[in-house]
Every structure is written in C-alpha cells, then in structure tokens.
C-alpha cells in the first residue's frame, strides 16, 4: 500500500526562514509555487503562515488597554465577526479570538488553570488546528534525507535569480563535475592494478605538482614484513547509520548547565554561611538595576526672593501694629480700637482658589474586567420568549462609533496655569465698570446680572474698612465699622437677591381633612380604621380589601412562624427519624405489681422512664403532623402490586392506618406544649 503523505503539521524554523525567502523573491501571490518549495506544506497553508505569523506587520506585543477596551466593544457591535475587527484592532484575526477568550477567562477567575486542567490544552493523539499561528518549533540537529533534500532544492532555486538558462547552466556545471570526479577515480583504479593511461605518455608541462600522478607527502613504508593483524575492519564495529550528537559530545548542553548551576547553589549557599551581610549585599546590587537619575528640572519661580522678604516684612509690621496698639490702648478701649485694625491674615488677602483635586483618582473597577463581564452576562441570557427583566449591565456600553467612548476622568491639574488657579476673593472689588467686568488690575469675585466677572490673577486690594467708593453692583456703603466685612456683604447680596424674586401669582393653603365619628368627635384617618374594619370594631371609613387581605396574610405567616418555633428541633433541622416507634425501650412493669414494688424504683430509675415516655410521645406527634421520608417510602412499597404498578388507594390506607395509631396513642398520652416563660418558671 504506497504511504499517504498529509501535508500541514508544526511549522519549523527552516520551514519559516524557506518561506520568507520564497516571499522576498515570488511575492505574496504565487503561493502555489512558493509551497513546492515545501514539501510538506500546502499553498493554504504558507499563505495562513505568513498573514498570521511572518509578516512584519503583525504585532506581536503585549496588549495594551486601549486595545483590550476596543477589543471588547468591538466585540459587542460584531460578534464573532474576528475577521472584520482584526484590522480595526490592528491585530489578527487569531490573536483577536484568543485574547477575547482570555478576558473572559479572566473575568471568571480562570486564568489561573494549572496546564491539567486548562480544557483548551492539546491532549496525547490530538492535532493541533491552527498550527500557523504558533511559533516555530527549532530544527533537529540531524535532519532526515527528505529535509536535507528539500533544503539543498530550495537553496538551489531561491539563488537562481536569472531564470531558466541559469538553472540549466549550473545543472550542467554539476554534472561537468561528477563526470571529472568518474573519471578520475576511473584513472586511480587503472593506476593502481597497474594499467596505466596515456597520461603518462603526455609530457609535462606544468612546473607544479600534478595530483593525479602523485601523491603528496607520501611516506613509503620501510621494506620488511609486518604484522597487519589489527588493520583488517571488524564487520560488527561497522555501523554506516547517522552518528548523534550524543556520540560525539559525551555529556550535553543541557547536563553540564545542570551541574554548573548546581555549583553555583553550592557556592551560594556556603557564601551565605560565612559571610551572610556581603552576600546578601550582594544579592541586592544583582537584584536592583543601575537607574540613572534624571536630572529634576522646575520651573522657573514666579516670586524672586526679595519680594518674598518684602511680604514677611510687611506681614510682621501689621502684626507688630495691632499687638502695640492693643497693648497702649488698655483693656477698655481694645473693644473699639479692634475693627479699626482688622486681622487681614487671618482673613486671607490672595486670591482664593478653586477647589482643585491634587491627584488623579484612579478607577475602582476596572473598565476591561467590567466590560468582559457584561459580555458574558450577555451570551448567558435566556430566551426571550420566557419575558422578565433584562440582563443587567454595568458597563458603560456606547454603540454610537467603532470605538469606545473615552471616560470623563478628572486629571491631575497643573497648578501653574492661569486657567486653573483663577478664584474668588473674599472681598469686593473696586474699580468695576458698568458690565461687571473689574478693571486690568482687579481680581475676580462678583457676580453681575447671574454671571461671573473673570480676569487674570493679582493682589486685591484690602478694604475691609470699607473706604474705597461704592462700584457698578448698587451696593452701598454702611455706615458702621463693620459693613464692608464678608458677613455683611453675604446679607447684602442675600437681600438682594430675595428682593429680585417674582412676587407670588397664587396663594395656597394646605390642610388635614378630618371626619367626625357618630359622637361628633373628629376622627384622624390611619391605619386603626383598618384594624377596626378586621376586628368588627365600628369605623365610618371602610378599608380596601386589599388591606385587609394583606392584613390576614401577615397574620397567617406570623402564626405558621409561631407554630413552626414551637417545633422540635429534629423537624426544624431536618434531620433523620425512624418510621416505626420503639415502645420496648419503656421498663415493662407487671399489672399485678404493688406498689411497693414500684416504689423500689429509684428516683433516677423514675426520672428515665419519664424521660422516655416523654421522647416517644415528641416522635408520635412529630409523625403525626411530619411524615418522616422513611414513612413515605415504607408506604410505597405497602401499596405496590404484583405488577411492580404503585397504588394510591393502597397507599392512602397505609397512611391512614398510621395516622389512626399516632392519634390513639396520643389520645391515651396527651402531648403538652409550653411556651418560654412557663419553661423558666
């Protein structure tokens, strides 16, 4: 049977470097002849191999998040359509899948499979799918006579690079070669059985050595016999097979890495005996990596030195100031000499900035995880025929373009930009125009027709005395020392700003309505009437039904909780009891036993017996009321048939029959149930 060559398998290093020759000389549309390059490739599958793995323009990075969030969304707007998005995302269409499944994997806590248990891993026996898109696997060091073959054949192909008449012109030149190479050795064996050629007959015109009638450096053996014993070839130490790479080296790359990396753990570890500080010093000069410090640049300062000295300056006169004036004037006078000479520090005299974040805040949830798991929240939905509510999402989906919508995330501002460090001041500011728009020299802070006045920043001027003239705004100075300060100016502004309120169209007045009952006194509406309207009391307002029906429905739920608290804790938990009762577990006492007898017993013999009697009739009342599943089953085998068939009129009877002997037993021994405070008692 000829053997059937199935093209397609791993791809090999050699595979790969043939290929990518094979592109550079034929292009990327005779994939055809670029496959009868390869021997065990098919023109589908060098062209899969290129577009998925070889070609330069394929990313083979890691992915960034930008990617992963187009990724995603892409895959919402078109799912399963890889081929499509690929291009978009700027990878393949295999790379696209795989991370797609990677994030959901990821979504899920998957990632973390150990290779046993990953469901995608390639088991013995099975082939892999894709195998152009997986890197290739290295060459062996002894190649088989087809690879060797195959090599040789594209090595002469891709190097004729003039067509036809060269490929023919070097066929012809190896076989001009193999012919001189016969004939020569045609020559040496003539020679050497002592026939001769005609060569010998030519004369000799060369001055050098002619190699065919001579042999160079040739040493004649000295005349005499010798033993030749150990020249003859032994048959069995022939072996024309290819030698391994095991025959030549003794020991591998991989077993002398082996025992060099042990000394090394041995080396380290006596290192660490005698001399643990410098070998940890060690250790971390190899752990850290030289980082070279960048030079801090900063910008250039916005106040030179002296006008910061002038401001501290400034600041301790108006301090020393007021302390001195306080302290001249007494205790009497320093009530009335204090608004003269208000704290402007205290009060701030720059301008006040907006409330500006100092730091980017980061995301709490991550936008890839969320966006994954919407996606699998989404291929977990069930038909829509069976109704309900919608699958939550907690991403934010946006369908409106191919990419995904840019979160508005707050950044961390610069503090050095005019537009950012403009603010308020707490004080007016003087010099305004008409418009509300404050003078070159002005600082922004008032608030004109329900706009804000706005220029670049600078000092304000301190006018917490209130001296400067009344500006555009209407307002007027007080009289007094404290009307220029910010409490007045807010009550200022506030009455204003009442005042400039629409006066009232309507007026409305809401009240309570109340009903009087039969007696002439009112009667608030709440929910005793519904109450009333239960218990049969009298009420002039009749409650809904639905109330009602409501009330009793709680009422029932609080009873069957009551009732089930009043359980044993065998039926509340569940756990197993028996269908058929033991009574021989009770002490059999004769009826004709007196009662000395029974008084022989002793107390903790007496209390047993109660205890006992007690236990038996808790299970006949819990039987009662709980069937036990063993009590089920027993009933159905009572009622089944010769035929296998169950009855349920049989059945019915068993049980009957079994609630009948709970009922009598506990007819004869009632079962008594207390409630907690008569326990305590």
């Known amino acids: 049977m000829p053997r059937i060559n199935i093209k397609g398998g791993v791809w090999r290093n050699t595979e790969d470097e043939i290929l990518k020759a094979a592109v550079m000389k034929y292009g990327k549309n005779q994939w055809a002849r670029i496959a009868s390059l390869l021997h065990r490739k ?18 083979k990075t890691e992915w960034s998040r930008e990617e992963d969030e187009k990724l995603l969304h892409l895959a919402k707007l078109m799912p399963t359509q890889w081929r499509t998005i690929a291009p978009i995302v700027g990878r393949t269409a295999n790379q696209c899948l795989e991370r797609y499944e990677y994030l959901l994997d990821k979504a899920q806590n998957r990632e973390g499979l150990s290779a046993e248990e990953d469901p995608k891993r390639l088991r013995p026996g099975e082939i892999d799918p894709n195998p152009e898109t997986k890197p290739a696997r290295p060459d062996p060091v002894d190649m088989d006579e087809d690879e060797l073959e195959m090599l040789s054949e594209a090595r002469a192909r891709l190097a004729n690079t003039q067509g036809k008449k060269a490929k023919r012109k070097a066929r012809e030149r190896q076989l001009e070669i193999a012919r001189r190479m016969a004939m020569m050795q045609k020559r040496r064996e003539l020679r050497a059985a002592g026939l001769g050629s005609y060569l010998g007959l030519m004369p000799k015109t060369k001055p050098c050595m002619d190699y065919n009638l001579e042999i160079p450096f040739e040493k004649q053996p000295p005349k005499g016999f010798y033993d030749t014993s150990n020249e003859k070839p032994d048959p069995k130490l022939m072996d024309f097979q290819r030698l391994r790479l095991s025959d030549v080296e003794k020991e591998s790359f991989m077993e002398r890495e082996k025992r060099e990396r042990k000394k090394d753990a041995e080396r380290q570890a006596k290192r660490l005996q005698e001399d643990l500080p410098g070998a940890l010093l060690h250790r971390g000069v190899l752990d850290e990596p030289a980082i070279k410090r960048s030079k801090l640049v900063l910008p250039a300062p916005q106040i030179s030195d002296l006008e910061l000295e002038n401001l501290v300056k400034v600041g301790q006169a108006g301090e020393n100031a007021v302390r001195m004036a306080i302290e001249d004037a007494g205790v009497d006078s320093g009530f009335a000499t204090h608004p003269l000479l208000p704290d402007y520090p205290s009060a701030g005299g720059f301008v006040t900035p907006a409330l500006i974040p100092q730091r980017t805040p980061a995301n709490l949830v991550d936008s890839v995880t969320r966006e994954a798991q919407d996606i699998l929240a989404l291929q977990q939905v069930q038909t829509p025929l069976k109704g309900g509510e919608n699958t939550q999402l907690y991403g934010e989906s946006d369908f409106r373009g191919v990419t995904p919508a840019t979160p508005s995330v707050m950044t961390t501002p610069n503090t050095l930009l005019p537009s950012q460090i403009m603010g308020l001041t707490p004080f007016r500011t003087p010099g305004g125009t008409a418009d509300g728009t404050p003078m070159p020299n002005g600082t922004p802070g008032l608030m004109v027709d329900g706009k804000r006045s706005g220029t670049t920043q600078v000092t304000p001027l301190r006018d917490r005395l209130n001296i400067n003239a009344a500006d555009a705004d209407g307002i007027v100075n007080g009289g007094d020392f404290h009307s220029g ?40 509406l709440d929910d005793s009437a519904i109450a009333e309207e239960e218990t049969g009391g009298t009420s002039t307002r009749i409650a809904d039904q639905s109330d009602l029906d409501r009330l009793r429905e709680k009422e029932r739920e609080v009873e069957a909780e009551a009732a089930w608290a009043r359980r044993s804790q065998v039926v509340r938990r569940g756990l197993p009891r028996p269908s058929d009762i033991n009574h021989s577990i009770l002490r059999s006492i004769p009826p004709s036993q007196t009662p000395q007898q029974e008084s022989a017993m002793t107390d903790l013999q007496r209390a047993e017996e109660m205890i006992k009697q007690e236990m038996i009739t808790m299970m006949h009342y819990d039987n009662l009321l709980n069937p036990p599943p063993s009590q089920l089953a027993e009933a159905s085998k009572q009622a089944a048939t010769a035929s296998g068939a169950i009855s349920s009129a049989q059945q019915k009877r068993y049980m009957q029959q079994v609630k009948s002997a709970h009922e009598a037993y506990l007819r004869e021994t009632p079962f008594g149930q207390f409630d907690e405070p008569e326990l305590k008692e």
Request: glycine share 6%; aromatic share 8%; hydrophobic share 35%.
């Open 42 to 59: 098919a023109a589908k599958q060098c062209k899969a191999r290129w577009y998925e793995w070889l070609d330069p323009s394929v990313k």
């Open 485 to 524: 300060t910010k409490a007045n100016g807010g009550k200022l502004g506030l009455r204003q700003s009442l005042a400039s309120l629409p006066a009232p169209r309507n007026n409305y007045e809401i009240f309570v309505p109340e009903e009087s009952d039969a007696n002439g006194k009112s009667v608030d």
